[in-house]
Every structure is written in C-alpha cells, then in structure tokens.
C-alpha cells in the first residue's frame, strides 16, 4: 500500500488565538488553537499546521507558549510557521515541540537558511512554502503573503529549494486560493513529477472531490486546506471515507 | 516507573517527553552511565545523522553502556538505525545488537519521495509491543535511510521496499516509526513497551 495520502488542516492564529471562525466545534473553545487542533486530531487529521500572522514583535513568546502547549497535548505532527526570518526563530520553535516549520519570505530574502537548517536539524524539519501565481506564460513565485511578485519561477525555486535542503514543499495557487474551484492540479503534478521530496497542496479546495483530483491528477502527497474544514464543509472523517471509495490510500 | 531516556546530539525528545508524560510518567533525559543502567526502562530516541551520533556515542562511553542495558529498551527511529550492525549513512559502524545494515531509499519512480514521511501501515506484527493492534494499523514515519527485513524484524512495511517497520531481540525493542507521533495506535504501543 506504501504512505498514505495526507489531510491537513492549518490554522490561522493571531495573539495566540486562532482567527476563522468556525462551525466545526463549539465557539466557546474554537479560539483555542489547542482545542482546535486537538479536536481535529480526534476527527483523524493526519498533521496539523499552525501559522502565526500576528502582526507585532511581541508574538513570539505568546505564539512559542501555543507550540508548546499543542506539543504537549497533541500526538501527531504538526508544522508551524508564519515570520521565521534565522535559525534562532526554528531552534526556538522546534525546542518548544514543532515538528517541522515552514518557511516562506525568508527563503527569497536570504535562502541559505534553508541550507542551515537543513544541516543543524535536518531536512526533515524543514518545509519550504512556496505561494505562486500563473501570469498565463507561466508560475511565478509570490512573498509577504503574496503582496510582492518575485521573477523566480515556481519549478526553478522548488527544485533549489529541494538542491538546498528542502524536505517538503508547500505549494499554494494563488490563482485557486480562496476560490474553491479545485486546487491547481497540473501544476502540482508538474512539482510532483520533477521533484524527488513530498508535495503538498494548498489553495482551492472547496469539495471532496478535489482533494481527490489533487492525489489523482495533481500527484500531490498530501492536500491541506482551512476554511472547508473550520466551517464544517467538509468533515474529515467523511472525507477520508470518500477518498478511501475512490480508492486512494488514506489512513482510517 | 522509572523511565531513562538517552541524552545525546540526535535526539528530538521534547514529543518523547511529552509522549509519556500523557501516560502518567515522567521520564529522566540523562547520559549517565549509572542512571540508565538502574532505570525500569530506556529510551534510544533518535533524529539526525548516524554518523555524528556514534561518534557522540563514542566520545561519551555511551556505545558500550547501551550494549550492556538488561532492561527493556526502546530505540526509535535513527535509534533503531544506530541499533544495528552497520549504517550506510556516512558509512558508519553502529551498536550491533541487530545484525542488519542500514540503506538509503532508491526511488524507482516519480512517486517513490525520500524522505519517506507521514502515515504508513504496520504488518506481520510479532511482538508484545504491539499487543491490541490491528493490521493495517497506521503509524508515522519520517527517514530516509531504513533496515532491511531481517531474523530481527518485529513488524513491516512499505515504501518502495519491504522493509523493518519494528525490531526485536532479547530486551531490545525498536521503531523505524515515531509511536509518540503516531496518534491512538503509537499510545498504545508505547504504553505496551512500559507494562513490558
């Protein structure tokens, strides 16, 4: 059977309570990252990623506290990122628990960091996150939460990101984020096939079938998505039942 | 329960830690050679460069102190790697307790990713570690290197090969795979090897 497909929701958290609203448990604790995650892991997540878009300096002590507390809490792994700029950002998140981070502008600013940590912790650790749009000749890659176009090319950047240490990559379509009209499948299947680490979809989801497509046709490794899932769109453990249907390999 | 776990310069330990501490115990992060010999049980995490951790090993008289552990002892991931006769990685010779050599994945298609991570299903389970599993059972794994079925597997699975999902002898127990990642089923295992 080998690696089954992944399902991963990822949380929004500012101020160290997660943003979304959400249908998915009682509002009363919906805010709690932990209780959030928790409750997805109950409902047979396969990983969970938690980023932090807190705006101000302050946040990294109350963003650490939450990492530690889901570390404590949750057992299986979860991926944190949002603002990782150097090494001491992803020491001081993995010591705190985190599994892996994920990194995204820091990579375009100076992207030996990727190299480094790499070697200090190993790629394993180490997502890179790659937002992208296609112009209608081809992707491009996108930084600081998609604001500023780089002239890197998505396939170029994901195949250094993987040369440098790159253990996974996370793609996200900008062009399908937020839309819900199916994830970018040709492109996820053009990194899929190039690239020799895990895929992961991000961007578009909006049905069941398209996390199918993303495995079908976009080769992916694994499909992550937010608001299906915190409104209660989408239940994971229906999910999984359906992909398991279509004959993908999905942990039940 | 006195539960040692193996300090050393491979180890993410903080979800070992936290692992058992779920389960009501709280174990000790040590590389003394008289507090691990007198512990209940022993943990061998492991994550991390074979190489650079036997040599740490070495330099520190853990080698020999983990080879003459008695008690149950639980070698997790690169620990179950560095529990064998011989690693690829950095062409390295490690403890020996298992008579295998460690291997890198050699894909074979574009399908086939290194490292191998996430959710992949346990068979031919034969071990108390696994009591009150169920075939087919998933756990979670992240490697790139992996033991070949051996006289010392103890459960299967696969990623572009068969391979050693677990391994046994005597009082060494070991998982290519992270129980403490592993949701319900990892709990259980866990809980298993400390009611040994």
Sequence with gaps: ??????????????????????????????????????????????????????????????FTDMVTRVAQEINIPFTVGGGIDELTDVERLLQAGADKVSINSAAFRHPELIDRVAARFGSQVCVCALDARFDGSDWFCYIKGG?????????????????????EILFT???????????????????????????????????????????????????????????????????????????????? | MNVAIIKYNAGNIYSVVNALKRLGTDPVLTDDAATLRQADRVIFPGQGEAGGAMKYLRDHALDSVI????????????????????????????????????????????????????????????????????????????????????????ATTEHIVEYSAAMHRDNFYATQFHPEKSGTVGERIIKNFLEL
């Design chain 1, 173 to 252: 379509s900008m062009n399908n984020d937020g839309v819900k009209t199916g994830y970018a499948t040709e492109a996820l299947a053009m990194l899929s096939d190039r690239l020799s680490i895990p895929v992961i979809a991000s961007g578009g989801a909006g049905c069941m079938e398209h996390f199918r497509d993303a495995f079908t046709e976009g080769h992916a490794d694994a499909a992550l998505a937010a608001s299906v899932f915190h409104f209660g769109e989408i239940a994971i453990g229906e999910l999984k039942k359906y992909l398991k249907e279509e004959g993908i390999n999905v942990r039940i």
């Design chain 1, 1 to 62: 059977m080998g690696l089954a497909k992944r399902i991963i929701p990822c949380l929004d958290v500012k101020d160290g309570e997660t943003v979304k609203g959400t249908n998915f448990i009682d509002l009363r604790s919906a805010g709690d990252p932990v209780a959030l995650g928790k409750a997805y892991s109950e409902a047979g997540a396969d990983e969970l990623v938690f980023l932090d878009i807190t705006a101000s300096y302050e946040r990294r002590k109350t």
């Design chain 1, 147 to 167: 604001r500023e176009r780089t002239e890197h090319r998505l396939l170029d950047r994901a195949l250094e990101m993987q040369d440098r240490g790159a253990g």
């Design chain 2, 67 to 154: 080879r003459n552990l008695t008690q149950p002892v639980l070698g997790i991931c690169v620990g179950q790697q560095l529990l064998c006769r011989h690693s690829d990685e950095g062409d390295t010779d490690c403890l020996g307790i298992f008579d295998a050599v460690v291997k890198r994945f050699c894909p074979t298609r574009h399908e086939d990713k290194v490292p191998a991570m996430g959710w992949n299903s346990l068979r031919d389970m034969k071990s108390p570690l696994f009591r009150g599993l169920n075939d087919n059972d998933f756990v979670y794994f992240v490697h790139s290197y992996y033991v070949p079925l051996c006289r010392h597997t103890a």
